[in-house]
């Protein structure tokens, strides 16, 4: 199965393949997407499919057009929520200019040689947008292995870099296995690694960011950590597991994946509140998070709202903003699927998304500006372009 999907005036092309096998999805996305004039295309390719396969197979297919894109966690696709399948979005040449670049190595990753490629990046933009009108605006794209635990250092590397241009992404995902993720670039699958894109569109667009919780009066202070291995240990002085489970009010004998996805945890960084979701306990009583963590980090926990009402009105608040949104290219939770999955909420979120055409993927932690997060919607909304009067 192969739908092709064209957003509006064809400014960005949607693919998606269901089959068998890695060379029979590359040969459809490839079908879908070849008569279109194309500066780049992304692909979001589901474990089901061994990625080293199905890129060097589209790649092959597509020579003379860049690919990058990473593994999932769940798709997301002009149908809603899926699985199983690979989504893909032709960007039009007409109306975007791009530039990337690999970050290899991330285990012995160092600030400075990423700022020393950024800026190598930054350069190779500025030649190819030195055509573009002034009005056009420019943003980034990160795909990076969500199982380094290195995002918020690739982030501030990238981000001391970039200077104004702001950044949204997301981490790979391994399904619900949490073992091997990927991201592709130049023909190649690569773990330990992610790929930075800049793109440059006489588009209008809009970065956002979603979640559906509000923080209470409770607060917690994690008083040891192993902040390396992003693992806390001690929450006010006490076994980490058995504080968070008093706090949130659930049994430790029952934290699972599905009671982390109902119970985040926020930090406020910079007036704003942001989830720090725990991805295991550990057979010591410990946590491992999803993101950084530090010793003295005050932790709130959260309060629930209506995911399906709070995405609806962060939808309606961005049209409302940038006028007709063509495509929401969005990069979400995988805990945020799990937990409105446990509110039986998931036809009424991905018909939500259908209609509002969000294409992406579910991932390990979001990228938003400056910031990695954890049980969140992050994108960028694409606006309409403009038709001349006859």
Known sequence: MAEKHNGAAD????AQAKTDGPREAADE????????????????VSPFYDPEIFIAELSRRMPDIPIFGCTTAGELSPAGWDEDSVVAMGFDAADFVIAARPLLDLSTFRVDRGRSICTELQQEFAQRTEQCDPADESFGLLFIDGMCQREETIMSAI??????????????????????????HNGKAYTDAAVVILIRTRLPFRLFKCDHFEPTATKMVVTEAD???RIVKEINAEPAALEYSRAVGLS??????????????LVRVGGAYYARSIQRTNADGS???????????????????????????????????LGEVSVFIGFECVLRRLDVEQHQLSREMSELYRRNNVIGFQTYGE????????????????????????
Not at 11 to 14: D, G, L, P
Not at 288 to 302: N, P, R
Not at 376 to 386: C, E, H, P
Request: aromatic share 10%; charged share 20%; glycine share 6%.
């Open 367 to 390: 990228q938003y500006r400056s910031m990695h997060v954890n049980q969140t919607l992050t994108g960028v909304a694409i606006g309409k372009r403009a038709v001349a009067s006859p």
């Open 11 to 14: 400014s960005i092309v949607v």
């Open 29 to 44: 996305i490839a079908r879908q997407l070849a008569s279109a004039n194309l500066a780049m295309i992304t692909v979001f």
């Open 287 to 321: 946590l491992q998070f999803f993101c950084a963590i530090d010793e003295g980090m005050v932790l709130t926990v959260a309060r629930e709202r209506d995911p399906i009402d709070a995405t609806r009105d962060a939808f309606e608040e961005i049209a409302h903003d």
């Open 227 to 229: 902040i390396e291995r």
């Open 252 to 265: 430790d004998s029952k934290l699972e994946l599905f009671s982390f996805a109902a119970h985040p945890l």
């Open 159 to 184: 981000y001391a870099s970039l200077g104004d241009i702001p950044i949204v992404g997301g981490s790979a995902g391994d399904g619900l296995r949490f073992e091997k993720s990927w991201v592709f």
